[in-house]
């Protein structure tokens, strides 16, 4: 069983920056495809951003040139920059995990086994 738990959240102003991460224990025998979504108040799970076991990154078009993903393989501890945060970045964050690759059904929350508890990130106007 893979436990993760998400950390790093908090508010910030239009444009600022914040760092999420999101440390992984339990089974590690292998290395995980790891990923990150968010949920607005009274909206469905999106996903953000991906990176698989392999180290290949993909991101959702709401994230993609301001966002960041990265990971300590050898620790799957994975890490979300942000930048540019905008009021519509307000959301609980969470962190997926799994031992197999998701491809293009990572974005996909079903897909996923392992969850975080989420962390909650609100962006000021």
């Known amino acids: 069983q893979v436990h993760l738990v998400e950390s790093g959240g908090g508010s910030v102003q239009t444009g600022g920056s914040l760092t999420l991460s999101c440390a992984a224990s339990g089974y590690t025998r292998s290395t995980l495809s790891m990923a990150w979504f968010r949920q607005a108040s009274g909206k469905e799970r999106e996903g953000i951003a991906v990176?698989?076991?392999?180290?290949?990154?993909t991101y959702a078009d709401s994230s993609k040139g301001r966002f960041t993903i990265s990971k300590d393989g050898v620790r799957n501890t994975l890490t979300l920059r942000m930048d540019s945060l905008k009021p519509e970045d307000t959301a609980v964050y969470y962190c997926?995990?799994?031992?197999?690759?998701?491809?293009?059904?990572?974005?996909?929350?079903?897909?996923?086994?392992?969850w975080g508890q989420g962390t909650q990130v609100t962006v000021s106007s």
């Open positions: 997926a995990a799994d031992t197999q690759n998701k491809r293009r059904l990572w974005v996909v929350p079903d897909a996923w086994t392992h």
């Open positions: 990176i698989d076991s392999d180290g290949r990154t």
